[in-house]
């Protein structure tokens, strides 16, 4: 794929934080593209911080969704906050606010409340240590 993104859900009583982009005025998960030499892990921990203003741990992976069209590949984690203050603004970000699982926003970047939906669904599959190693093992070959 020729570019590769993470995102992560966090609920916080039956609510997720979401994100309203700047670029264009969509509310999104907080995310983005995985630098060189970083894990998806890593990237979406980083991007969270960066367009949130929180600190999350990851507990799951929910899935990985390919766009061949586009030569795109999305992993989407769910987490927890577990620090931080939200952001008033930021760079990347209009707006952070957290929405009822069952009542998101209606402008939101496409297939992204599909993807919502099916990880709320699926909160049985933790984070093992065999898909880190191997995420790991794929980057360093890789680079």
Wanted: charged fraction near 30%; hydrophobic fraction near 35%; charge should be positive.
């Amino acid at each position: 794929m020729k570019t590769s993104g993470a995102f992560t859900i966090c609920k916080k009583d039956d609510k997720i934080l979401l994100v309203k982009r700047r670029d264009f005025p969509l509310w999104d998960l907080p995310g983005g593209h995985i630098d060189s030499g970083e894990s998806p892990m890593e990237a979406a921990v980083r991007e969270y911080f960066e367009e949130t203003g929180f600190q999350i741990k990851i507990d799951q992976y929910s899935g990985q969704y390919d766009n061949i069209e586009l030569d795109d590949r999305q992993y989407i984690f769910t987490g927890r906050i577990i620090d931080g203050t939200a952001l008033k603004s930021g760079s990347e970000t209009a707006k952070v606010k957290f929405f009822s699982i069952h009542h998101l926003p209606f402008l939101m970047v496409p297939h992204r409340k599909m993807q919502i939906k099916k990880s709320c669904q699926h909160t049985d599959s933790p984070i093992s240590q065999e898909i880190r190693d191997n995420w790991l093992i794929r980057y360093i070959k890789k680079h």
